[in-house]
């Protein structure tokens, strides 16, 4: 049996192949894959990934509307750009059966 390694963990090919709907929902709504595949270590992997990348969508909506004009235009233009950007790469990686961090937020870990 095949399984794809991270962090010193490893994640077998039927988990992955059981839980990737699981694992590509987690990037939409974070909250389906943590309570339907709480036992799959691929797909609490993603879903670590979704509320991480969850967490830096509101902080960037959240620090955008503060700052006026350059807030308004810029940081919530790129940086809900980054965010989709990284959803979907996600996704991909999800789908491919990777168990790859996203850039910048990819290393951290809530959930374990």
């Known amino acids: 049996m095949e399984t794809q390694t991270n962090e010193n963990k490893s994640y077998s ?3 992955i192949e059981k839980n990737t709907v699981m694992a590509v929902l987690a990037y939409i709504i974070f ?5 339907a595949a709480k036992d799959s270590p691929y797909a609490k992997y993603h879903t670590n990934q979704g509320i991480v990348l969850f967490l830096a969508a509101v902080f960037i909506n959240v ?3 503060v700052i ?3 807030g308004w235009f ?3 233009t790129f940086g809900n750009a980054f965010i ?4 979907i790469m996600g996704i991909i ?4 059966g990777k168990v790859k961090p996203l850039p910048l937020i990819g290393s ?4 374990k």
């Open 84 to 87: 989709l950007i990284l959803a």
């Open 63 to 65: 620090i955008g509307s």
């Open 68 to 70: 006026p004009i350059i």
């Open 93 to 96: 990686n999800a789908v491919q």
């Open 74 to 76: 810029f940081i919530l």
């Open 13 to 15: 090919k039927e988990d």
């Open 31 to 35: 909250l389906i894959p943590l309570l």
């Open 108 to 111: 951290i870990t809530l959930l």
